[in-house]
């Protein structure tokens, strides 16, 4: 069964501290990786897609990398307006359809 | 422009009674899902439509059945509804299912007391 694991639950950071964040994932053969950012009562906005390792995908101040066991999420210089819930998702080869298993999420605070 | 538009954004109900959440969107896109968030956060699929016939339909209740009268459309109905029920259900769809993303409504809030 694919699993994704995400850490940490929840980061708080000051305005300018650059961090990490992980998403580790096990999948038999992976088709897509994806970040999406999740707003307080809002749906998932979609930010990267991943398709093999040693990719890379940069937005704003956003990076996203991918290796064969584990994506992470770097965010420089954060702002406030960049405080959400980010939210990992491993789709497979295998199977029909465009399942996406997602991950729980890491609540990310910045702080002025 | 809404892309993903779901309606209502809250549904409060009783136990045992039937609802109906309604989802259109206007991207063009062929492939339409229906997530359910728990209190957790935890995302997980329930089914998904391809050119409105279904081709993802996980471990669910039958209490729920989805229809998706044409492309745009993916409606959801739940008999019979019970406690657990509470959750936040989201509309999402796809251009095709080979691994593009998915652009997700702002969910509905279905509370059952």
């Known amino acids: 069964e694919d699993q994704v694991t995400q850490s940490p639950e929840a980061l708080r950071l000051q305005e300018g501290e650059s961090s990490s964040l992980n998403c580790s994932y096990t999948v038999s053969g992976l088709r897509g990786l994806f970040w999406y950012r999740q707003d307080p009562g809002k749906g998932p906005e979609f930010l990267f897609t991943l398709y093999s390792a040693g990719e890379e995908k940069e937005k704003e101040r956003l990076k996203a990398t991918l290796t064969k066991k584990e994506s992470f999420l770097h965010i420089t210089a954060p702002k406030p307006e960049d405080s959400a819930t980010y939210l990992c998702?491993?789709?497979?080869?295998?199977?029909?359809?465009?399942?996406?298993?997602f991950g729980t999420g890491t609540q990310l605070k910045v702080e002025l | 422009d809404t892309a993903v538009s779901q309606t209502p954004k809250y549904l409060v109900t009783q136990m045992g009674n039937d609802k109906s959440i309604k989802c259109e969107q206007n991207l063009g896109h062929d492939t339409m899902y229906w997530y359910k968030q728990d209190s957790k956060k935890f995302l997980k699929i329930m089914f998904s439509?391809?050119?409105?016939?279904?081709?993802i339909n996980e471990t669910v209740p039958n209490r729920f059945s989805p229809k998706s009268p044409d492309k745009a459309h993916l409606n959801l109905h739940i008999n019979s509804l019970e406690l657990g029920d509470s959750a936040v259900y989201f509309c999402a769809s796809s251009l095709g299912t080979g691994g593009s993303p998915l652009h997700f409504g702002n969910g509905t809030r279905l509370t059952v007391t």
């Open positions: 998702a491993v789709q497979p080869v295998r199977g029909g359809g465009n399942k996406l298993t």
């Open positions: 439509y391809n050119n409105k016939e279904l081709i």
